[in-house]
């Protein structure tokens, strides 16, 4: 039996439009997606009802506006990203002790301060460099990074 080559059989992309899609803005219905999501979760938190998905939204949206603060993308929300992680260290280790999810006042408004920010730094970048953000997130948590949080 003799060996074979396989090919590889890659999807048809128009390069321009992957440009011109990569170089533009997130689209309004994507970005009205995320943001309804995060809302979500901090309406949640503020009701006394948030689980595990809405701490995960929250951490996540957190660590994305730090990573992108540190980049120069808003770099004041630094100081706010902070503040709203160690509120989320401390809500999970309460979750651990009582099962509620819950956080304190500084920690909502702080909560609520981080989605302004990231709502800002994502409407300024463009879409390719937003993803990008979120490829190297998702490597510094592969890679378990002492800057992000993961409980």
Partial sequence: MRKQCR???WALVNPIQHA????AITPEEQLNQLKLRELAAIDAFAKGCAGLREWQDIVDMANLCELMASNGVG????????ELQACMVEA??????TKKMG????????MREVFEYHHLQRT????????????????????????VVVL
């Fill in 124 to 147: 300024s970048i463009s879409r390719g460099e937003y993803e990008r953000f979120i490829r190297e997130l998702a490597n510094r948590i592969k890679a378990k990074a002492p800057e």
């Fill in 92 to 97: 999970a280790r309460r979750y651990e002790r």
């Fill in 7 to 9: 090919r590889k059989v």
């Fill in 20 to 23: 011109i899609e990569g170089a």
């Fill in 75 to 82: 770099p004041e929300a630094a100081e706010d990203c902070a």
């Fill in 103 to 110: 956080i304190t006042g500084p920690g909502l408004q702080a």
